[in-house]
């Protein structure tokens, strides 16, 4: 079994997949740890960490057993696991040491909103909410992606890319192609937010 | 910021959109180089780094043959080492025991040791030790 895991190991594209995964983490920070990220396109995180630095934490769980990588299963959805898992338990230790939450870059818009306001979550969602409203409805097909979505909550359904295109009558990969675009809004959204806040 | 609270169905429907703008990515090398050099970070750096994560972590790892390998060798020298306790039996009764375990190591074996009359007695310990051991890799193997 263990000769396998070291066969399949071997044979990873393990740039591409590093690459990829430091993407994620990013993204991941974005849109659920906002209060991590020290600055609009900053990469430095809570604890002096990167989104790098939890990239490679969870690749070298996965090369040393110590997370299993199951047969059958993608590695790279093995991976966003387990950054989403050395994240949470990041935001355990950051807990206990609230002190080193966004010590560098003093200047960045994130800390001018985390020293004026204690931010909670549920802020931060609603302002999510908000600009995210705000993405839709400056498009159209935006504004039908989202209606798919809720449809596909109220019919108990899990509003993957198939259910997504099936439902809109539109190709897969104008989805993906909605999906991407409302992220690039979303993001630049807020990020103008967080300029105004600075200014 | 308005002070509403979200409600039920606006919280999923927000935690599914998050979780599907967390979940876009780029598909190709091209486009998550280009997305790596957006935020400032060189691929081809990262590249070199992480391959030298990769070498360092394997070299250690439990999942690799090699470090599997090395530990069976460490246990099976510490197990020799063992083996090679004092003796304190007779030279009849250490014949007997190198005759039972030559048998059960296999008749050519058994007749390869036929004349331990002839042997001396540190060749006599020295055969049954290595036999022991002989014997105890067997047994792990099954």
Request: hydrophobic share 40%; glycine share 2%; charged share 30%.
């Amino acid at each position: 079994m263990e000769t396998e895991i070291s066969e399949r190991l071997k044979g990873v594209d393990w740039p591409f997949t590093y690459k990829r995964l430091v993407l994620h983490t990013d993204k991941l920070i974005f849109y659920r740890y906002p209060r991590f990220r020290s600055g609009p396109g900053s990469q430095n995180l809570a604890l002096g960490l990167t989104s790098e630095d939890i990239a490679q934490s969870a690749i070298e769980k996965v090369i040393s057993g110590r997370r299993s990588w199951p047969e059958g299963l993608d590695l790279f959805v093995v991976l966003k696991q387990v950054a989403r898992s050395v994240l949470s338990n990041l935001v355990v230790e950051v807990a206990k040491k609230p002190e080193f939450l966004l010590l560098d870059n003093e200047d960045s818009p994130i800390n001018a909103v985390a020293q004026t306001e204690d931010q909670s979550m549920e802020d931060f969602y609603k302002e999510r909410w908000q600009v995210i409203q705000e993405a839709v409805e400056s498009d159209d097909d935006l504004q039908l992606l989202k209606f798919a979505i809720e449809h596909a909550l109220d019919l108990n359904e899990k509003p993957t890319r198939s259910n997504l295109a099936a439902m809109l009558e539109i190709p897969p990969q104008e989805v993906t192609n909605q999906r991407r675009r409302l992220d690039r809004l979303v993001r630049k959204l807020m990020n103008d937010k967080l300029k105004t806040v600075k200014n | 910021m308005t002070n509403l609270k979200l409600s039920k169905t606006e919280q999923n429907l927000l935690d599914a959109i998050i979780e599907m703008l967390v979940n876009v990515e780029p598909e190709t090398p091209a486009e998550v180089d280009a997305e790596l050099r957006a935020m400032g970070l060189d691929p081809d750096d990262m590249s070199e780094r992480i391959e030298g994560v990769v070498k360092n972590v394997w070299a250690t790892s439990p999942l690799n043959w090699r470090v599997q390998e090395r530990r069976k060798i460490k246990a099976e020298r510490e197990r020799y080492h063992r083996s090679k306790s004092p003796l304190m039996v007779s030279r009849e009764d250490i014949k007997k025991r190198i005759q039972l375990l030559s048998t059960q190591r296999g008749s050519q074996f058994a007749s390869a040791h036929r004349n331990l009359d002839e042997a001396s007695n540190e060749d006599l310990v020295s055969l049954l030790r290595q036999l022991e051991f002989l014997v105890g890799a067997d047994q792990e193997e099954e």
